[in-house]
């Protein structure tokens, strides 16, 4: 292969990877993009402990590809004239709780000048495809909502294409409601959006989260224990390696393992390969069995092995399956997509 006389991907690829590293201090209050997150990690950031895992070259990637996709919406609104706020300051505390805090993606309101807007942006060198989703929206919006359109607050969350079919299929990440709800509770809002951006494909998927909702009772609890712990000098367990996901019915390699910056510190795994090697055969076994089981098949003598390495980990696995029956729960291929970014 010739040798290029410069490289563009070389200067990119730097670029993307020296994100400044912001310096952890001592905090008392909660992100909003933190709940839902494991409670021992949190606990250590607030307390200021330096991470032993970093988030790697990759990661910063991704985060920065989250902001890429948050960046393709602002302009897919600003090109159909939709007035937003972007990255509102919000805070909002129950009394005796610590203090949450973050900022909203865009906070979307009132009444464009279609026309207007269209004739402002027409002049800009944007992708084609800009041009077709924003006269679509223009088109829309303007027959649909002549007065206006009602303040929503959207959330915008860039996934992987696998990623997106399971929130799909599944509805939000309960972390992603929560989140969302925050800005809601804060600015007394009615209505938010979490809104799913593949980065496979560009397609996107959108689902409300109200206030009042019960939403409130999850971030209500999830306030209120790392505010125990926190208040109190307590360090919350650590994570189980292995867990049952209720959002997805199968077994899973706990991901707030996987991603803890304090992977090393606290679970002793030199990084995520390390941890996956050691579960991801283990919990793909054990999936492969609730499936059979499901099924109504006859359990192979590995299957048999399986179920016993289940119940000493998950007494009430028997509970587990009757409910699963209940609802009607087929066991599918895992997914692998990796974690929703932008947070």
């Not at 997805?248 to 090697?277: C, M, P, R, V």
Request: contains cysteine.
């Amino acid at each position: 292969m010739a040798d290029l006389s410069w490289s563009f991907s070389q200067v990119w690829n730097t670029s993307l990877e020296q994100r400044p590293e912001k310096e952890l201090k001592p905090r008392a209050n909660i992100w909003a993009s933190e709940i839902g997150g494991a409670m021992i990690d949190r606990y250590l950031k607030m307390m200021g402990e330096k991470p032993s895992n970093p988030f790697s070259a990759r990661s910063l990637r991704k985060f920065e590809a989250g902001n890429l996709a948050e960046w393709v919406v602002g302009m897919v609104l600003k090109r159909a004239g939709i007035a937003y706020e972007a990255q509102k300051w919000s805070s909002f505390r129950y009394p005796g709780q610590l203090e949450v805090t973050g900022k909203a993606d865009y906070v979307v309101e009132g009444k464009p000048d279609w026309e207007e807007a269209g004739f402002q942006i027409s002049k800009l060198e944007l992708p084609e495809f800009f041009g077709r989703a924003t006269d679509a929206i223009i088109d829309h919006f303007s027959k649909s909502y002549p007065d206006g359109l009602r303040k929503v607050v959207l959330e915008i969350k860039s996934c992987s294409g696998m990623m997106f079919d399971k929130y799909q299929n599944l509805g939000p990440d309960p972390r992603h409601q929560c989140q969302l709800f925050h800005y809601l509770k804060a600015d007394n809002l009615p209505e938010g959006h979490i809104v799913y951006f593949s980065k496979d494909d560009l397609r996107l998927a959108e689902f409300g989260v109200m206030n009042p909702s019960p939403v409130e009772d999850l971030y209500r609890d999830d306030i209120e224990a790392i505010s125990h712990y926190y208040t109190r000098g307590i360090r919350p367990d650590k994570e189980r390696e292995v867990i049952f996901d209720e959002f997805s019915s199968k077994f899973s390699a706990n991901f707030k393992i996987k991603y803890s910056t304090y992977l090393t510190t606290l679970y002793g795994y030199k990084d995520q390969a390390e941890f996956d090697t050691k579960y991801k055969p283990q919990v793909a076994r054990w999936n492969r069995t609730l499936g059979r089981i499901l099924d109504g098949a006859n359990m192979t003598d590995l299957n048999k092995q399986s179920i016993e390495e289940i119940k000493k980990d998950f007494p009430n696995f028997d509970e587990v399956v009757e409910k699963l029956r209940a609802k009607g729960v087929k066991i599918e291929e895992d997914m692998e997509g990796g974690e929703t970014t932008n947070g």
